[in-house]
């Protein structure tokens, strides 16, 4: 499946487990690209074009809250899917994320049957493309 998808985490360890999910689900590696901080991410998502982003919360130089306002700025970005995953497990965070364009949410630990549940329709809606 030729998804494009965008995995940003400051943690190498959490970027790895979620590549190795999203290839479980049959997105090539050729089509995961990755990024370290919402900063990262910002200037990759400008230069490229995704289908789905994945972005944790809590990171250095910009948190992905941060990321995730600045992208649903850009009109190719209004309506890409975002899955925020996260340990900010709390009802108010959970809902200021959904407030500022993020489609579903994963709390920190998880597992990948927990990720491929929130990434299945998004799966099944490109594949109907």
Same mark, same amino acid.
């Given at each position: 499946?030729?998804?494009?998808?965008?995995?940003?985490?400051? &943690?190498?360890?959490?970027?790895?487990?979620?590549?190795?999910?999203?290839?479980?689900?049959?997105? &090539?590696?050729?089509?995961?690209?990755?990024?370290?901080?919402?900063?990262?991410?910002?200037?990759?998502?400008?230069?490229? &074009?995704?289908?789905?982003?994945?972005?944790?919360?809590?990171?250095?130089?910009?948190?992905?809250?941060?990321?995730?306002?600045?992208?649903?700025?850009?009109?190719?970005? &209004?309506?890409?899917?975002?899955?925020?995953?996260?340990?900010?497990?709390?009802?108010?965070?959970?809902?200021?994320?959904? !407030?500022?364009?993020?489609?579903?949410?994963?709390? !920190?630990?998880?597992?990948?049957?927990?990720?491929?549940?929130?990434?299945?329709?998004?799966?099944?809606?490109? !594949? !109907?493309?």
């Amino acid at each position: 499946m030729n998804l494009k998808v965008l995995v940003v985490d400051d &943690s190498s360890t959490m970027r790895r487990i979620i590549v190795n999910v999203l290839t479980q689900l049959g997105i &090539s590696t050729d089509y995961i690209s990755e990024a370290e901080d919402g900063l990262v991410a910002l200037g990759k998502v400008k230069t490229n &074009s995704y289908d789905v982003i994945l972005t944790d919360w809590n990171m250095p130089r910009m948190n992905g809250l941060q990321f995730v306002q600045n992208i649903r700025k850009l009109p190719k970005y &209004s309506h890409t899917p975002i899955l925020m995953i996260t340990t900010e497990g709390g009802k108010s965070e959970v809902i200021e994320a959904l !407030k500022n364009g993020v489609n579903n949410y994963i709390v !920190k630990p998880f597992n990948a049957d927990v990720l491929k549940g929130k990434l299945e329709p998004i799966l099944n809606r490109h !594949k !109907k493309k």
